[in-house]
């Protein structure tokens, strides 16, 4: 009797180590949601210490952390070149899996100068396999810069050859407006996005747009506080409307590619 009781319970504890080693695991193994990004993303070291905050520090208050992690890559000051020629990317990539996703937003350093002494982060206008050869001043190196589609194009693409779900954002509107209404570009990276995640068969955000309307719909006075010292940055509230925003729009994609064959 005690033989057949020591068994029972001795099956019954490796039962359950196996179902909490299960549980541990799968838990482990839940998808990442990856940001890359400038500072409208995340703002210094994402702690709003100056009042700045990008989206991406303030997303996980929108998404569901028990089904997805988020890990925020963004850096102030890159664009989409210098993201990947500092090496940032081939860190992001290194940690992503099959089954997380990638969300990208870049362009409001994009349209800096190519190869001045301050940043050299500009990218060439547009989407196309145009180059140009330069000397880079602050690598002080030979450099081969290509136009901002083609950096969107080379992250997705490297995504996708790991199993990554990439959606791809237009770059959030500036506090900048003309008579009455937000300024928006609409021939500019708002659009090259677009054209890429059309051209890259993936998902879209028209984010630039989406908030450009909500700003439109509440006016110029009170979007003046969602911003913090300049008219790029927001203020926690600011960052707060952009998150939210992303996240029904990255919930309504995730949704929909779930459904697809």
Not at 96 to 113: T, V
């Amino acid at each position: 009797m005690t033989t057949k009781f020591s068994m029972t319970v001795s099956v019954s504890l490796v039962a359950i180590v196996a179902l909490t080693l299960l549980s541990f695991s799968l838990r482990q193994q839940k998808p990442t949601i990856h940001l890359i990004g400038d500072s409208t993303v995340k703002n210094g070291q994402g702690d709003g210490r100056n009042g700045q905050w990008g989206w991406g520090s303030v997303l996980p208050a929108y998404i569901d952390t028990t089904e997805v992690a988020v890990a925020n890559h963004a850096l102030g000051g890159t664009s989409s070149r210098t993201y990947l020629t500092r090496g940032l990317w081939e860190k992001v990539l290194a940690q992503m899996k099959a089954g997380d996703y990638l969300l990208i937003q870049f362009g409001h350093n994009d349209g800096g100068p190519l190869d001045d002494t301050a940043r050299a982060r500009g990218t060439i206008r547009g989407i196309g396999e145009d180059t140009r050869e330069i000397f880079n001043p602050i690598t002080r190196q030979e450099e081969t810069v290509h136009t901002y589609g083609w950096y969107l194009s080379k992250f997705i693409q490297d995504a996708r050859s790991k199993g990554v779900y990439t959606v791809v954002c237009s770059p959030i509107p500036r506090n900048q407006w003309e008579e009455g209404e937000v300024k928006r570009g609409t021939d500019g990276y708002p659009l090259w996005a677009r054209q890429v995640a059309e051209r890259e068969h993936c998902d879209f955000i028209p984010l630039h747009d989406l908030i450009a309307d909500y700003y439109d719909e509440i006016g110029k006075q009170r979007v003046a506080h969602l911003f913090e010292d300049d008219h790029t940055h927001t203020s926690l509230a600011g960052a707060e409307i952009n998150a939210k925003i992303v996240a029904n729009a990255f919930n309504s994609a995730a949704r929909k590619s779930s459904t697809e064959p």
